[in-house]
């Protein structure tokens, strides 16, 4: 979150280089505390590199698979040690194929800080 600069009662948000750096961190510690994540990835403000304050870091999980209903799922991981707020979606590896297979535009949107996720014709991981 934003912090206050020390002699003054600005809020100062965190640059791009300090969140990818707590993301990168975030994402190692989840896949060791979660090994049914396949890749944690991000799009958005921060990867077009036109973020700004207020902007929050979109971030993209891809699990091997899982029994609750997607809107559930971002509640399961704790992305609270991240220096900006949080938009989390998390699907299935299953979903995700059908998502790319569907729209190309996903692949190159998404910078993929830690592992791949499957593509469309991978068999079941």
Do not use: I, K
Not at 28 to 57: I, K, M, N
Not at 73 to 89: E, S
Request: glycine fraction near 8%.
């Amino acid at each position: 979150m934003p912090v206050r600069s020390l002699r003054s009662s600005v809020l100062v948000w965190p640059d791009a280089r300090r969140v990818r750096a707590a993301l990168d961190e975030w994402a190692g510690q989840l896949r060791t505390r979660h090994p049914e994540v396949v890749a944690v990835g991000c799009f958005g403000s921060y990867v077009r590199g036109d973020w700004g304050v207020g902007s929050d870091l979109d971030v993209v999980l891809v699990v091997a698979h899982s029994d609750q209903p997607r809107v559930r799922r971002a509640a399961h991981f704790d992305a609270g040690q991240l220096p900006v707020p949080v938009d989390l979606l998390v699907y299935t590896a299953a979903e995700w194929r059908e998502l790319v297979a569907q729209s190309d535009r996903l692949t190159r949107e998404v910078d993929w800080v830690a592992g791949l996720p499957p593509l469309p014709g991978a068999p079941n991981q």
